[in-house]
């Protein structure tokens, strides 16, 4: 009875320590994807851990270069294209592109006029 209560102790205590650091490393893949440094966030994700996924989305969202020119801009619109995400190479390309600059995959159909 003693071996089985710490056996179940240890497994929930490794999948809480698993999933402290899953939040770790998404929040640094995070801030890799927006341009900072992935190190930095990683020691914070360690730090925090799930609360560190939160604030790295808020803090990249009002720190974000679109974030900026749409708030400092005359008529309050960003000059930023929309990017969207390639579905073949996941790179991201403007909105209007009708190919992948990377990879050439379709991005979306052309509007044909009759």
Not at 21 to 50: H, K
Not at 79 to 93: I, N
């Amino acid at each position: 009875m003693f071996f089985g209560a710490s056996l179940s102790r240890i497994a929930v205590i490794s999948i809480a320590v698993l999933g402290w650091f899953f939040c770790a490393f998404y929040t640094a893949e995070t801030a890799n994807t927006y341009g900072s440094d992935y190190s930095l966030w990683l020691i914070i994700g360690i730090l925090l851990g799930p609360a560190s996924i939160p604030l790295a989305l808020i803090y990249f969202r009002l720190s974000g270069e679109r974030y900026r020119r749409r708030k400092y801009s005359v008529d309050g619109k960003s000059d930023l294209p929309k990017m969207v995400r390639c579905t073949r190479c996941g790179e991201f390309v403007p909105e209007s592109f009708e190919r992948c600059q990377f990879c050439g995959a379709i991005i979306r159909k052309r509007k044909r006029f009759i």
